[in-house]
């Protein structure tokens, strides 16, 4: 890994997005959320999403103004619609997926019902398949939770596995 003090340092919070025009360090803990990175690393601009929920239709009808970055969908826009903005190529942006996790909750019926990181997982791929931009890496599904550090000039993105601890009687 190389020196990252340099960098300025974000914590990306669940439903927070980060567009990066300057080189910064961002971090964040993923459970059954999903981060999508998106980077054009020739101009050094980048892109993260900590999204929670995978669509933000209902909330678009009950007349709320949800939070963007919440949702997959209004997540990816933003960021995708932000790089156009700069005048990113969609040919040159580089896409990694991480999160997703299933099984946090410790009940099979639970996680079977509601599976809302492997629905987080399906809308970031329908997303992407929808607008053209294949994914270069992920590191999705399973059961435990994810620590990300990403550079967002590079693109580079590390990941921990997190283990659960228990605590007996």
């Given at each position: ?12 919070q669940?439903?927070d997005?980060?567009l990066?025009?300057r ?8 459970g059954?959320?999903v981060?999508?990175?998106?980077c ?11 999204a929670f ?6 909330f678009?009808h009950s007349g709320?103004?949800p ?14 619609s932000s790089l ?9 942006i580089?896409?990694?997926m ?10 099979t ?13 399906q ?8 607008h ?5 890496k992920?590191?999705v ?13 590079t693109?580079?993105v590390w990941?921990?596995?997190l ?7």
């Amino acid at each position: 890994m190389q020196d990252l003090d340099q960098y300025p340092k974000v914590f990306l919070q669940t439903g927070d997005c980060f567009l990066g025009v300057r080189p910064t360090f961002v971090s964040t803990v993923l459970g059954s959320c999903v981060a999508v990175t998106m980077c054009e690393p020739s101009r050094g601009i980048g892109a993260i999403c900590h999204a929670f929920l995978p669509d933000s239709a209902t909330f678009r009808h009950s007349g709320r103004d949800p939070q963007v970055c919440r949702f997959v969908d209004t997540a990816l826009e933003n960021m995708f619609s932000s790089l156009m903005k700069l005048k990113v190529h969609p040919d040159n942006i580089v896409v990694k997926m991480f999160g997703g996790a299933t099984g946090l909750m410790g009940g099979t019926e639970r996680t079977n019902l509601y599976d809302i990181g492997g629905r987080n997982i399906q809308a970031v791929r329908l997303w992407l398949m929808n607008h053209g931009l294949p994914v270069s890496k992920s590191h999705v599904g399973g059961n435990q939770g994810r620590k990300l550090h990403f550079l967002s000039h590079t693109g580079d993105v590390w990941v921990k596995q997190l283990t659960r601890s228990c605590k007996e009687g």
